[in-house]
């Protein structure tokens, strides 16, 4: 059974970082390609970025909206998926996913499993 | 940037209605369109890939269908626990841009 289980939100300061984590199991993390997505509070699901899986040699693309602040990585051997994000604001207050990704063709591929999310809030 | 558009933003319909949505995307973007499906307080669960692909395990009473930019979903006879936001969402080239959703609910 796929899980991805993600940890590392909470509250902090603007322009401050966090790093999220998620931890896969259930499949040869690998193969995948991995993003991350995003949800205000009441609000409609944000694409925030992705990593290739080593196939396509690990290379990231990210929204406009984190393009320079937020980074995605990959530790395949510990089956881990990141997000470092710094220079946090308060629009990036949201719930984050992180999903696997088909392997169909060329990543981007549409998501088919996602975590529970963690949420982090940005607040003076 | 392609922009996706959904309409309606939100729909009342009856048990065993067909209801259908739409997604226009601003550019061309082949058939690299997917339909999430979000329960309330749940999270989202992939249901269409290449726009008309049924996700395993995903009912069929559900399909997609559409090309270049404008693309349906269609529920074929709405079911209470159809009660969701949908999503579509482009993935022909980054950035992976969302529909705003729409919100189905039961009349």
């Known amino acids: 059974e796929v899980q991805l289980v993600e940890s590392g939100g909470g509250l902090v300061q603007p322009g401050r970082s966090l790093r999220l984590s998620c931890t896969a199991s259930?499949?040869?993390?690998?193969?995948?390609?991995m993003s991350w997505v995003r949800q205000a509070p009441g609000k409609g699901l944000e694409w925030v970025g992705f990593?290739?899986?080593?196939?396509?040699?690990?290379?990231?693309e990210y929204a406009a909206s984190v393009k320079g602040r937020f980074t995605i990585s990959r530790d395949d051997s510990k089956s881990i998926a990141y997000l470092q994000m710094n220079s946090l604001k308060i629009e990036d207050t949201a719930l984050y996913y992180c999903?696997?990704?088909?392997?169909?063709?060329?990543?981007?591929?549409?998501?088919?499993?996602w975590g529970q999310g963690t949420l982090v809030t940005v607040s003076s | 940037d392609i922009q996706m558009t959904q309409s309606p933003s939100s729909l009342s319909a009856s048990v065993g209605d067909r209801v259908t949505i739409t997604c226009r995307a601003s550019q061309g973007i082949s058939n690299y369109l997917a339909w999430y499906q979000q329960k309330p307080g749940k999270v989202p669960k992939l249901l269409i890939y290449?726009?008309?692909t049924l996700q395993s395990g995903v009912p069929s009473r559900f399909s997609g269908t559409g090309s270049g930019t404008d693309f349906t979903l269609t529920i074929s006879s709405l079911q209470p626990e159809d009660v969701a936001t949908y999503y579509c969402?482009?993935?022909?080239?980054?950035?992976?841009?969302f529909g705003g959703g729409t919100k189905v609910e039961i009349k």
């Open positions: 990593i290739r899986g080593k196939t396509y040699g690990g290379t990231t």
């Open positions: 999903t696997r990704d088909l392997v169909m063709v060329v990543p981007p591929t549409p998501h088919d499993s």
């Open positions: 969402q482009k993935y022909n080239t980054a950035p992976l841009t």
């Open positions: 290449a726009a008309s």
């Open positions: 259930g499949f040869t993390f690998g193969d995948y390609p």
